[in-house]
């Protein structure tokens, strides 16, 4: 058995238990706390959850980056965590949240595991071997034009209004030119939403490496692109996603976005 072998094992161990603590915790009073602003949510299961998961592997964790310091991706392997992907949605009680946990190796994603405890969709890749949702395989829609296209987007926890601005003019231009958009408030099972094949698009600027290093694999293993919204590379710590069923449809809708760049990871 390889080390990425025993590393799946584990995690998935790891992130089952995580998600035990999400289940028993979603429908009860929670204490809220906030992080960058108002609507930045951190409750104490997120840090008990990121603890849990952390201790003892090399990590990049959402609740231990929380009181501002930078983070840096080096080529060691090196797990990326968010414990709690839509705390806004654990908070209420929406039952759209998830843990969401990757591996990469020389900066390159090996293992996405994004688990949705209270569905009970538990969303896993390996690099080079597919992606499957409860072990069932799952592929991309392959929609390729944006005109047929459902498109996940969110609108993040900034509320800096220049890029409020640019989210809503994004969307207004959107509106008249596809199907449909939705935002369901985790970045993680949005992306996780297009591998399925049940949206062809997700973005969103702002974003953290933790929310989107598992539904980057996942998406890619789907048969999907993952591209940096203005059409380069992706780049797992710039704060910038784009996702789709196909490259066409991921270059058509990079050409029409309105760029807003945000300090990197
Ligand atoms: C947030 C969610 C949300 C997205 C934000 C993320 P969190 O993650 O993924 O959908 O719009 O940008 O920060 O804070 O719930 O882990």
């Excluded at 840090?47 to 998961?53: A, D, G, P, R, T």
């Excluded at 705390?87 to 996405?112: D, Q, R, W």
């Excluded at 008249?176 to 062809?200: E, F, K, P, Y």
């Excluded at 710039?238 to 029409?256: D, G, Y």
Aim: aromatic share 6%; net charge negative.
């Amino acid at each position: 058995m390889s080390n990425v072998d025993e590393c799946y094992i584990e995690i998935l161990r790891l992130v089952k238990q995580a998600g035990s603590i999400i289940r028993e915790k979603i429908s009860q009073r929670k204490d809220v706390l906030t992080k960058s602003c108002d609507v930045d949510l951190v409750t104490k299961w997120d840090q008990e959850v990121e603890k849990l998961l952390i201790d003892g592997i090399s990590f990049i964790g959402e609740e231990s980056t929380a009181s501002g310091q930078k983070v840096e991706l080096t080529d060691a392997p090196t797990w990326v965590i968010d414990p709690i992907d839509g705390t806004m949605n654990f908070v209420h009680g929406l039952p759209h949240t998830c843990v969401s946990v990757a591996l990469l190796i020389n900066k390159v994603a090996e293992i996405g595991v994004v688990y949705n405890p209270i569905l009970e969709q538990l969303f896993t890749a390996r690099k080079g071997q597919g992606a499957f949702l409860n072990g069932a395989p799952i592929h991309v829609s392959d929609e390729k034009e944006l005109r047929k296209a459902l498109v996940m987007v969110e609108m993040g926890t900034s509320r800096d209004p220049e890029k409020l601005k640019i989210v809503l003019q994004n969307i207004t231009l959107l509106t008249a030119q596809v199907h449909g958009i939705r935002t369901l408030g985790s970045a993680a099972l949005n992306m996780c939403m297009v591998a399925l094949g049940g949206a062809d698009v997700s973005f969103e600027f702002g974003i953290h490496a933790w929310d989107i290093a598992a539904g980057d694999l996942i998406v890619r293993e789907a048969g999907g692109v993952s591209i940096d919204p203005a059409g380069g590379p992706f780049d797992v710590m710039s704060r910038r996603t784009l996702c789709a069923s196909s490259m066409e449809l991921a270059q058509q809708l990079s050409k029409i976005l309105i760029q807003y760049y945000p300090e990197r990871d």
